[in-house]
């Protein structure tokens, strides 16, 4: 089956600096690779995804690069702001999101004022 | 975006008693939702996943008679804890797919505790 690597496993970076966090998978056929936001006690929202035809896609701050040769893709966070803090998670499914959610780790994000 | 609302955010219940937590889709049809545990400072584990009209299909080791999961309509699946146990506390989130997009949405949480 699918497996999803993600790094780091805990991040901090100063208010304004960048973020990026990266994930490999390892099934070829997978081909929807969303990303989700978890603040504490709450579920995971939604912030952007990508799909297999396309290597970059960007949603204001954010932005998500694909690699299909590599098989990694990652999230790229600019100007990052302190309610930018929580956990991050990357996914990665086949037949366009339509199979089940393979999930990684997830990444601690702490932006410090 | 989609919202999918879960209920209760949090319940506390003695030893023995049975669970019920909500999930509906609210601005759109789910016929696939899904139910997920997470323990704290861990990913998602996928329970199962829930068909409208069909029996769920339960990940290997859950136990689909402790939980007890329907979906009888297309916005509503609910899942229950049965005889929960404090090792069952846990943070329970489900998920509904947005057919349409191919994405999925999650719910808010239900944080459970069993005394």
């Known amino acids: 089956g699918e497996n999803v690597e993600q790094h780091p496993s805990t991040l901090s970076v100063q208010e304004g600096d960048s973020a990026v966090i990266k994930c490999t998978y390892s099934d070829s056929a997978s081909n929807y690779f969303p990303w989700y936001k978890q603040e504490l006690g709450k579920g995971p929202q939604l912030i952007i995804d990508i799909r297999s035809n396309v290597g970059e896609k960007k949603d204001q701050r954010i932005a998500v690069t694909l690699n299909k040769t590599a098989k990694h893709f990652s999230l790229h966070i600019t100007e990052t702001q302190p309610e930018d803090s929580a956990v991050y998670f990357c996914a990665a499914s086949k037949d366009s999101g339509y199979s089940t959610l393979t999930f990684g780790k997830g990444t601690m994000l702490l932006v410090s004022p | 975006g989609a919202v999918v609302s879960q209920h209760p955010s949090w319940v506390i219940c003695k030893s023995g008693t049975s669970v019920k937590i909500e999930c509906r889709s609210l601005d759109f049809q789910a016929t696939t939702m899904f139910w997920y545990r997470q323990f704290p400072k861990q990913s998602l584990m996928l329970m199962a996943t829930?068909?409208?009209?069909?029996?769920?299909?339960?990940e290997q080791g859950v136990e689909k008679d402790k939980f007890l999961i329907n979906h009888a309509s297309l916005t509503l699946s609910t899942l229950t804890v049965t005889s929960a146990h404090p090792e069952d506390s846990s943070f329970y989130i489900c998920s509904a797919r947005w057919e349409d997009r191919g994405v999925l949405f999650f719910g808010e949480g239900s944080r459970l505790t069993v005394l």
């Open positions: 829930s068909n409208e009209g069909s029996k769920a299909t339960y």
